[in-house]
């Protein structure tokens, strides 16, 4: 009867472990979330205009940060206008490498002046983490602003 009763366990924790692991995957920003939530971000700023758009995107429980992303922006000299880690907000970040040495806040602002839009490749801490994970980042400014939108998804 002891041993049934452990099985039996055994197998409500397993069955447990893998639900959970399932509802963790769910989790993960994808691409098209990346694109869509910058977007609407930019739209934003055209609706009820940029400062109270920044501090809606700067909004750690807002629209702007879901699952394991969230948009942020720069200007177009890499400093920081939103972030929902307010300690980024008003520095430069223009000179920031990433675990392996890429300028990548440099890449986000050439491809702003130039493209308008694209994808960048980097590491970054997760939220909550320490250690750099690698990132894709989608990157598009805000028409007519000297405003760059930002969100991510970690590989």
Same mark, same amino acid.
């Given at each position: 009867?002891?041993?049934?009763?452990?099985?039996?366990?055994?197998?409500? &924790?397993?069955?447990?472990?893998?639900?959970?692991?399932?509802?963790?995957?769910?989790?993960?920003?994808?691409?098209?979330?990346?694109?869509?939530?910058?977007? !609407?971000?930019?739209?934003?700023?055209? !609706?009820?205009?940029?400062?109270?758009?920044?501090?809606?995107?700067?909004?750690?429980? /807002?629209?702007?940060?879901?699952?394991?992303?969230?948009?942020?922006?720069?200007?177009?000299?890499?400093?920081?206008?939103?972030?929902?880690?307010?300690?980024?907000?008003?520095?430069?970040?223009?000179?920031?490498?990433?675990?392996?040495?890429?300028? &990548?806040?440099?890449?986000?602002?050439?491809?702003?002046?130039?493209?308008? !839009?694209?994808?960048?490749?980097?590491?970054?801490?997760?939220?909550? !983490?320490?250690?750099?994970?690698?990132?894709?980042?989608?990157?598009?400014?805000?028409?007519?602003?000297?405003?760059?939108?930002?969100? /991510?998804?970690?590989?």
């Amino acid at each position: 009867m002891k041993q049934v009763r452990s099985l039996l366990y055994v197998v409500i &924790f397993l069955c447990i472990a893998s639900f959970s692991g399932a509802c963790m995957a769910q989790e993960k920003a994808t691409k098209d979330e990346c694109v869509v939530k910058v977007k !609407e971000a930019a739209a934003m700023v055209k !609706e009820i205009g940029l400062d109270a758009a920044l501090a809606k995107i700067s909004d750690p429980k /807002g629209p702007f940060q879901w699952k394991d992303s969230y948009v942020f922006c720069y200007n177009l000299d890499g400093v920081v206008l939103a972030h929902p880690n307010t300690k980024f907000v008003g520095r430069s970040m223009i000179d920031l490498k990433d675990s392996n040495g890429k300028m &990548f806040v440099a890449e986000f602002m050439s491809i702003a002046k130039t493209a308008g !839009e694209g994808w960048v490749s980097n590491t970054w801490p997760k939220p909550g !983490e320490k250690e750099p994970s690698p990132k894709n980042s989608f990157v598009y400014r805000v028409p007519g602003e000297n405003l760059v939108a930002v969100a /991510g998804v970690y590989e």
